[in-house]
């Protein structure tokens, strides 16, 4: 199929499927004006794709996105992929017909995104991504944590509470999702440096906080003398924090996770978590805007955009409350 032909394809295919899209909020994401920056004098229109919004991680990526587009006084069609790959797919579809000036897009995998870059840079539409990466197609800039180092602070953050030595169980996040592929090279990285550390288990629990727990409890029964959680997000520590509760182990098991969410932030407080390796979501979400706008307007932008992660311990916690 040549790329007109496709084009056309995917913009029909889009206009079925637009009628279903909606935000987060239960809200239709479609514009009955007919879409893109004509209908609105000019002004121009973002698509934002967000993996999930079941995890505060990204419901704070969202309130970035929404402040900044309310500031900027400009619309943002927000659609919530619930962590399928396939409603992503539908809700770019949909961006594509309304004819969108830029879309944002937060994968839910780096890899089955691809096909959908793909269709947004035959429409002509440029894509930022945030947070994770879409591992083809052409896109513009990638604003978000550089996850390796994350995961090299983790791992280093907690090997050190444990005094360089003990057994460890990972958490692992979604298969394939490039944070969770680039966490784990982090986590290697560091582990050569602590010889005394020993790996006894490396399970997923999908970034999910009943599934870390799910996990940690299996872990923890088939290693009674398991002395720490490597978690690669809030949502599993927190799973593990309550795992460990009802096993009578809380405090006994060091554990530590990365995003920085307000419930991780607090269970360091209580000394539940070690730390959490705040990643600044929201932060990313605002920036994705603002540098959207600056394509929407024909400026150039920076490929690539780090953001700083900052380790939430019990000595600054309360900054962070």
Not at 73 to 85: E, I, M, P, R, Y
Not at 154 to 183: H, N, Q, W, Y
Not at 223 to 230: G, H, V
């Amino acid at each position: 199929m040549n790329i007109t032909k496709r084009f056309v394809a995917v913009v029909a295919l889009g206009s079925v499927l637009v009628l279903g899209a909606c935000s987060s909020s239960g809200e239709p994401v479609t514009k009955t004006s007919g879409g893109g920056s004509d209908a609105k004098g000019g002004a121009p229109i973002i698509g934002f794709s967000i993996s999930t919004l079941q995890n505060p991680f990204f419901v704070s990526m969202q309130e970035g996105v929404r402040a900044a587009g309310k500031k900027a006084g400009v619309q943002v069609l927000v659609a919530d992929a619930g962590d399928d790959a396939s409603q992503q797919a539908n809700d770019v579809l949909n961006f594509i017909s309304q004819k969108v000036d830029v879309a944002i897009l937060n994968a839910t995998d780096g890899d089955a995104i691809v096909s959908s870059v793909e269709a947004l840079n035959d429409a002509g539409i440029p894509v930022i991504t945030v947070d994770r990466r879409a591992e083809g197609g052409e896109v513009v800039a990638h604003i978000g944590t550089d996850n390796v180092v994350a995961g090299e602070i983790a791992a280093k953050t907690l090997f050190e509470a444990m005094g360089g030595k003990g057994r460890v169980g990972v958490l692992e996040g979604v298969p394939g999702v490039s944070s969770c592929i680039d966490r784990g090279k982090g986590f290697k990285n560091v582990l050569s440096d602590y010889p005394g550390i020993k790996i006894v288990g490396t399970q997923t629990a999908n970034f999910q906080r009943s599934e870390g727990l799910t996990v940690a409890q299996n872990m923890l029964e088939a290693n009674p003398d398991l002395e720490a959680f490597l978690s690669m997000n809030d949502e599993m520590a927190l799973g593990a924090v309550e795992a460990m509760r009802t096993a009578n182990r809380l405090g006994e098991v060091a554990i530590i996770g990365i995003d920085g969410g307000p419930d991780a932030v607090k269970a360091v407080k209580n000394g539940e978590l070690v730390a959490t390796i705040a990643q600044q979501s929201k932060l990313m979400g605002s920036l994705s805007v603002e540098q959207a706008l600056l394509l929407a307007d024909g400026k150039k932008i920076k490929a690539e955009q780090p953001i700083d992660v900052i380790v939430i311990d019990k000595s600054n916690v309360d900054k962070y409350l």
